[in-house]
């Protein structure tokens, strides 16, 4: 065999094995998640909730942490971030928000500790713990239900599917709100 035929062999074998391996690299990288978008309802209702957390906080500190993790959970949830696991949830968001992630793990930290030990809810020292993590989980709460240029998209047009176009059909469109111009 020559040489040349080898480095065109190796080369060959050396594009399959990067085709083969490609997306599944791709598929583990976590910054490339997808953030759905939000209706503006659903924004709304969200920071209404979190406004009655926040509000319920000084008659019961201890319910106001558990609920603002459940919250802040299912809103990162919404907005495609991994539902598996909250470890899962985290790292992910760690990616796009660095800057905040420590706020909600220190709230998920403490609604843990809370949850574990009713007790610590009727400490002064405790209660004021509780008012930091839930203070420092703000600002992600805040990203998170922020409007996002995707979030007021309209909808994509259909796609025709294979048969339908083969058999002579035209798929129905999907038409907005009527507009005066």
Known sequence: MSTVTLIILVAALAAIAGLVIAPSVRQGRKGELPVRSLPSEAREQYAARWAGVQERFVDSPGWALREADRLLGALAVDRGYP???????????????????????????????????????????????????????????????????????????????????????IPRQRFGPATDH
Do not use: N, W
């Open 83 to 169: 539902a598996e696991s909250d470890g899962k949830r985290m790292d992910a968001l760690s990616i796009r928000h660095p800057g905040e992630i420590d706020g909600y793990r220190r709230l998920h930290a403490m609604a843990a500790q809370v949850h574990d030990s009713e007790a610590a809810q009727t400490a002064e020292a405790a209660t004021e713990r509780m008012r930091e993590a839930l203070v420092a989980a703000r600002p992600l709460f805040e990203q998170l239900v922020r409007a996002q240029p995707h979030d007021e998209r309209p909808l994509p047009p259909p796609v025709p599917r294979q048969r339908d176009l083969q058999r002579g059909r």
